[in-house]
């Protein structure tokens, strides 16, 4: 291999290897997103990650005296759903600044589920020269 070719492909190389960090990083950004809903006055709080799971329900004892066990649920699944709709907003937001402008703004409209642009960075092959 002559000199040109080996330093374009060292070039070719770094830039795969930082690209490839770049996405590891996005989806470290993105699998780190939270979103907390709460009522108004705070008896009831959920928190969910990007893709709408629960990580935490917290309940002040006074949410248990104003509310029936049908309203404390309603409230519960009404507060999920908000968190989830604003955590996926956030995680829509991080993985479009990663990707090219066609792509990064049908994610933001809606068009696409963030999922779909996560592949397993931690399976992609490193490149290097030896």
Do not use: C, H, W
Not at 10 to 32: C, I, S
Not at 34 to 41: E, K, L
Not at 104 to 122: H, I, K, N, Q, T
């Amino acid at each position: 291999m002559d000199e040109t070719t080996e330093a374009s492909s060292r070039d070719v190389a770094a830039d795969y290897g930082k690209r490839l960090d770049e996405l590891r990083q996005m989806q470290r950004d993105v699998r780190a997103v939270t979103a907390t809903a709460r009522t108004r006055d705070g008896a009831v709080a959920v928190e969910v990650g990007p893709r709408g799971e629960v990580r935490d329900i917290r309940f002040k004892a006074q949410a248990y005296s104003r509310m029936n066990p049908n309203q404390l649920a309603r409230t519960t699944m009404q507060l999920i759903e908000e968190a989830s709709r604003e955590a996926a907003e956030r995680a829509r937001r991080i993985a479009a600044d990663f990707l090219p402008g066609e792509l990064g703004a049908r994610l933001l409209d809606g068009e696409d589920d963030v999922a779909v642009f996560m592949p397993d960075a931690s399976s992609m092959p490193n490149v290097g020269l030896e």
